[in-house]
Every structure is written in C-alpha cells, then in structure tokens.
C-alpha cells in the first residue's frame, strides 16, 4: 500500500459512511504502528461495530505499548468505547488492566462487558507481574472468578470457568490457591443448570488432569 | 446455580423481592410496575404456584393498552410463562393465539414451543389457514398478518410431523426469516440433513439480519456441523456464543452428558467458543 500512518489516519478522518470507516480502520490497524493508537482509540467512541471490532484488532495487536491510553478511556463517559476497550485490555492480558478487569467482572451492568473481562483474568501474562505481587493478585483474581461462577447469565459463568482453568496453569502458590479453583470447577461441574457451563467446567478439570479423559 | 431467586436478585443489584413482584403484577393501579413485575418473573424464573396464577390472568388483562391498539402485559405475560415450565398454562395461552395483539400471538407461540406440550399443535397449526398466498405483510405494520416464523418454529419442536406438508410451501415466502423457520422446522420434523446446508449457506449472505437469523435458527435445532461455519461467519460474538451453545446443548443431550464424559467434537465447540468470549 505504502501509505504513511498519517494518511491512514486522515482516510479514517475522512470516511463518510459507516462501510467506508471499516475499511479505513482495517487498514490503519494493518500498519501495526504505534502512532495509529489514539485514531484507533477514538474509533472505539463511533457507534460502528464494524470499526470498533477493527480497531481493538490493531490495539490487541500492537499489545503492551496500547495499554496506558487504552486503560485512560476505560476512565471515559463514553459507555460504548469503555466497553471496546475493556475488551481490548481483556485480550492484551497486560497486568496493569488488572484492577478495571477485576472491576468490571464483578459488577459491570453489561453482560458482555463482565465475560469478556472473565475471560481477561484468565489470561493475565503474569510474567510480567513482579514475583512477590503474584500470589497476592492471582488471589484476588481467584475470588473475583469464584464470585463470577455464580453470576446470573450462563456465558459469564462459562468465561469465569475458562478462566479459573487458564488461573490454574499460572499459579504462583498452587498448593494453597489450587485447591479452591478445582473445588470450584467440580462444583460447577455437577450443579450447574447450564449444559455448556458444566461441559466447561468438565474440559477445565480434563485438561488440569483432574478427570480422566474418556476418549484418549 | 441454585433455584433460590432471593440470591440472583442480590446479584443483579435488584431490589423487588419474589413477594412484591407477585403483589406488583396483581394491583392494577400501576401498569408500568405490572409490565414489570411480569418481565421480572419470567427472568428469574419464580414458578410458584401464585406466580403463575397471576401471570395467567394477566393474560386477559384489558389496563395496560398500547397505542396501536394491543395489550403489553398481555405480551410480558405470555413470554414469562414461556420461561416457566408449567405446563398447566398451556390452554391459557392457547386462546391467546386468538387475540388482536399481533404480538401476544406471538409471544405465546413461543412460550407454547418453550413448553413443549404437543396439545397446542391443532392451535398453532390453524395459523397457518391460507397457506402462503394468505401470509402477507398488514399495511402500515412491520410485520406480516400472521406471527409465522413462531409458529413454524413451535410446530417443529413441538415434532409436528402431520403439518409437513402445510409447512413445506413456506421454504418459498418471500421473507427470508421465514423460509429459515420453515427450513429450521422441517429439519426437525424429517431429519433431512439437507433443510440444514440451507441455512449454513445463508451464513454466507451479504445481509446481516439474515446472517443472524440462520445462525439462530442452526443454533436453536442443534445442528453440530453448523458449529465452524457460526463460529466463522461475521456477526457479534454474543450472538454467535448463543448459537454454538445451542448447537454444544443439543450435542451433550445426545451423548448423555455429564453421566458421560465430553466427545471429540463437543470440545472443538468448546474451543470454538473460547475463541469467541
């Protein structure tokens, strides 16, 4: 194409429909530069799905170095791009989105909003979390997700289940914080009223090595 | 999750009680609370015994008007009792098939097909009298004279096996989502893999109201096939986790899930859905 991020920038300021605006910000993200981080994030504002799902494909891609101004529109009025870039930060699993994750999958009103923050926790890079802070965040993250297996819409049920799995691989202290995510995976497991909850559930404790997997 | 609807509504931040919303639902001094009270029921699924008892006679309620003539609490009454699971209304909402309201005709075709009692077949099935020279759009209305993507839709699930014939007409109706209900009623009714490649390939439509319709429709009869091409087409991921769930329940059912363990295929719809969260 051999545009320069400015130019990709200003075709973004320039479309004049909804279709036109998607393709501009397809190709804005395309650039992976961090220059296109404040378009991508004003995108977010626009009541276009289509763009918005464009633009958190190129804040996800450009990853760590969009999380600052990601997390300062998480502060924003604007509901719709707070929820976009909630999912956005749920997909870079940066540590520093880990109080608004922690947040939102506790009580944000939207639904979509609490499982894609659910699933963000179970996909923290803790790596990039001092060692000593681990257990006590991975702790806090733990009950958050536990509070969420009892959440009333089944998907943020099933979010928190592929979570608490994701969790469980990266546990700093196992031997105190395993225990409660398999108890927790057992219980839904057998008592939830969702079929693909408990089917979650079942595929968290196989893949833990906590059931025997009955085909292989 | 427990049945105990005092924990959910904590959860949720509300603060009707199960006793309040029933007392709610039954004066009638406030419409707006009633409409309320009876989404509330449904929601939270309060299927006792004075629940119903009053959703029912909201059912016939003549307070709560709508401009264009048609009864709203009659319309959140019916839904709610479709989520209720008693089957004792099922008469009830059978006469609601007669009312003017184009909607609390379809509300309770739905909650009938929610319900499951093949009793309202004969009912469901006179809605379709005409055929499909009968089934046109009502002037100045967005919608046609019958409710006929519910009713197709109810008399596939509820195996209305003698009505294929009246149903087949319809693969041609001019309105998309009714030929997805037509094809969506006849794959349950005869098996035939076929009526479902019809709605896989609608996934490809340039269209997203049709893109979103087919993917409900496959998800609703469980077509386990249907779950790459749902997960692959454009649409929102909530609608499409709600179509692989329905595709993954249906798959459970069949192979006795959770007494036996998870199969193959139901974990590639549980990857295709972690994809989606």
């Known amino acids: 194409m051999g545009a320069t991020v400015a130019e990709l920038v200003r075709a973004v300021e320039a479309a004049d429909s909804k279709g036109a605006m998607v393709v501009a910000v397809h190709h804005l993200a395309a650039a992976q530069d961090v220059a296109a981080i404040p378009t991508l994030i004003t995108v977010l504002g626009y009541n276009n799905p289509g763009a918005a799902v464009a633009a958190v494909d190129g804040l996800v891609a450009l990853g760590q170095d969009a999380v600052p101004a990601l997390l300062e529109q998480i502060d924003g009025y604007n509901y719709g791009a707070r929820a976009w870039a909630i999912r956005a930060v749920a997909l870079i699993g940066d540590p520093r989105a880990l109080p608004v994750l922690l947040e939102t999958a506790k009580g944000d009103f939207a639904l979509s909003v609490r499982r894609a923050a659910a699933r963000g926790l179970g996909t923290i890079d803790w790596a990039k979390l001092p060692s000593d802070q681990a257990p006590s965040s991975q702790q806090e993250v733990l009950n958050v997700l536990i509070g969420a297996a009892q959440d009333p819409e089944w998907v943020v049920r099933y979010a928190a289940m592929a979570a608490l799995e994701g969790l469980a691989k990266a546990l700093a202290a196992p031997e105190t914080q395993k225990p409660p995510i398999l108890a927790c995976l057992q219980q839904v497991f057998h008592h939830d009223e969702t079929p693909a909850v408990q089917a979650r559930a079942c595929r968290a404790l196989e893949t833990l090595g906590e059931l025997a997997d009955a085909t292989n | ?277």
């Open chain 2, 1 to 277: 999750m427990g049945q105990n609807p005092q924990q959910l509504v904590n959860a949720q931040g509300e603060s009707l009680t199960v006793d309040q919303a029933i007392e709610n639902l039954r004066q009638t001094a406030d419409t707006g609370l009633r409409y309320y009270a009876a989404w509330w029921l449904g929601r939270f699924r309060v299927a006792q015994p004075d629940a119903i008892a009053a959703l029912v006679s909201a059912l016939e309620d003549e307070g709560d008007r709508a401009p264009d003539g048609g009864y709203p609490l009659r319309r959140n009454a019916a839904r709610a009792l479709g989520k209720l699971g008693d089957r004792t209304v099922v008469p009830a909402l059978i006469q609601c098939l007669d009312c003017d309201d184009y909607y609390v005709r379809e509300s309770a075709a739905q909650a009938l097909e929610s319900l499951g009692d093949p009793q309202a077949i004969p009912a469901l099935r006179s809605l379709l009298a005409g055929g499909v020279a009968a089934a046109v759009a009502v002037p100045d209305k967005p919608h046609l004279v019958q409710p006929y993507n519910a009713v197709l839709e109810a008399l596939g699930t509820l195996g209305a096996t003698d009505a294929v014939d009246e149903i087949t007409p319809f693969l041609e109706h001019e309105v998309a989502q009714v030929q997805n209900a037509a094809t969506r009623a006849l794959y349950q009714l005869t098996g035939q893999a076929t009526y479902c490649d019809r709605l896989v390939e609608r996934l490809q439509e340039p269209n997203l109201q049709l893109r979103r319709s087919a993917m409900m429709d496959l998800g609703a009869i469980g077509y386990l096939p249907a779950a790459q091409p749902i997960a692959a087409t454009l649409a929102e991921n909530s609608l499409k986790l709600i179509a692989l769930q329905g595709v993954l329940d249906a798959h459970l059912r069949q192979i006795g899930f959770p007494q036996r363990g998870l199969t193959d295929e139901a974990r590639q719809v549980l990857l295709l859905m972690d994809e989606l969260l």
